[in-house]
């Protein structure tokens, strides 16, 4: 299995611009989440999606950031506009619908740079 | 207040040697699971080792080992015969059964093997 996948791996863009952040799970996996990543804020869960339905975006920071996943296989991240703080690294993550040991499967993140 | 409290935001150990890395979580939900990862400088996120709430042994896996201490809510990792490619980031997570699936993660322990 070629595991979670992402792109682009590097994105460099100028406030105001929009960036679109893509994911593409584990095939099978029923869940899907998107992590950010800063120094100050560590690791927070932005939103995730069970069987393609957003189940919670109160992650979510504000209304420039939006995600949907039109089918099992494919998830975007958007910001539109842009701002330098949300220069970070983004994780898109799946798992299988089971309680237990089921971890979380990681993407290899994008490290987004907002000029 | 934090669900998962990683105390020590560095730590040196020497090659070879044992090294203990905090967590202590915080849930009244009597099911839960807790992770741990790896971020090495690399980036990406690496699972190490799983406890449920209910497991009545100290995970294992490896050179890992999970020191789970249920009543004080301590689920502290131990890494065996550290190696210099141990140097890494460690995050501690939980997952609590009746918030979903989603995971909520530590800010971490940097941690670097001396040679």
């Known amino acids: 299995d070629a595991g979670v996948i992402q792109s682009p791996r590097h994105e460099v863009t100028e406030m105001g611009q929009e960036v679109t952040l893509r994911c593409k799970p584990i095939s099978g996996h029923d869940y899907l989440f998107w992590y950010r990543q800063t120094m100050m804020r560590g690791l927070e869960l932005l939103i995730y999606?069970?069987?393609?339905?957003?189940?919670?975006d109160s992650g979510m920071p504000e209304d420039r950031f939006s995600a949907k996943m039109p089918n099992a296989s494919f998830s975007t991240l958007k910001i539109q506009p842009s701002e330098p703080r949300d220069s970070a690294v983004y994780f898109c993550?799946?798992?299988?619908?089971?309680?237990?040991?089921?971890?979380?499967?990681f993407g290899p993140g994008t490290r987004l740079t907002v000029l | 207040a934090q669900k998962i409290t990683q105390t020590q935001p560095g730590m040196f150990v020497q090659e070879k040697e044992a090294v203990t890395l905090d967590c202590t979580y915080d849930t009244s939900d009597p099911s839960y699971g807790l992770f741990w990862y790896k971020q090495p400088s690399s980036g990406e996120m690496i699972f190490l080792i799983y406890q449920g709430s209910y497991d009545q042994q100290n995970a294992t896996e490896g050179r890992y080992s999970l020191n789970f201490q249920k009543a004080r809510k301590s689920a502290n990792l131990v890494i065996s015969a550290s190696q210099l490619g141990d140097s890494a980031m460690y995050f501690c997570a939980m997952r609590e059964w009746n918030a979903g699936n989603m995971l909520t993660f530590g800010g971490g322990t940097r941690l670097m093997v001396k040679p």
């Open positions: 999606f069970n069987n393609n339905v957003p189940i919670d």
């Open positions: 993550a799946s798992t299988l619908e089971a309680g237990g040991p089921i971890e979380q499967f």
